[in-house]
């Protein structure tokens, strides 16, 4: 069983900075991957960025060169650097642990970007 506490989100105007964290409880394998995902109101859930166990990455073109995702294995801790955010980067962000076979969510954070 894995846990997963997001924390990070907020209010931020359009070309602003956040950066997201999750922290991860349980028995966690090397296996791992984590990640993050994105829903706005109204559509699908989608993949924002992923790093393995071991920091091979992942990300959206719509994110590509403006996010960073990272991972500290030693506190089970993924983060997500969002820079030049745009008001299109609003959504409730979900933190996304698949660990061996089977894929765990956070309860979600609110991102909101104003223009």
């Known amino acids: 069983q894995v846990q997963l506490v997001e924390s990070g989100g907020g209010l931020v105007q359009a070309g602003g900075s956040l950066r997201l964290s999750c922290v991860a409880s349980?028995?966690?394998?090397?296996?791992?991957?984590m990640g993050w995902y994105r829903q706005a109101p109204g559509k699908q859930r989608e993949l924002v960025a992923s790093v393995t166990w071991f920091g091979i990455t992942n990300y959206a073109d719509s994110v590509k060169g403006r996010f960073a995702i990272s991972r500290d294995n030693a506190k089970n801790t993924v983060y997500l650097q969002m820079n030049r955010l745009k008001p299109e980067d609003t959504a409730v962000y979900y933190c996304?642990?698949?660990?061996?076979?089977?894929?765990?969510w956070g309860q979600g954070t609110q991102v909101t970007v104003s223009s």
């Open positions: 996304n642990s698949l660990n061996g076979r089977v894929t765990y």
């Open positions: 349980g028995s966690i394998y090397s296996s791992n991957v």
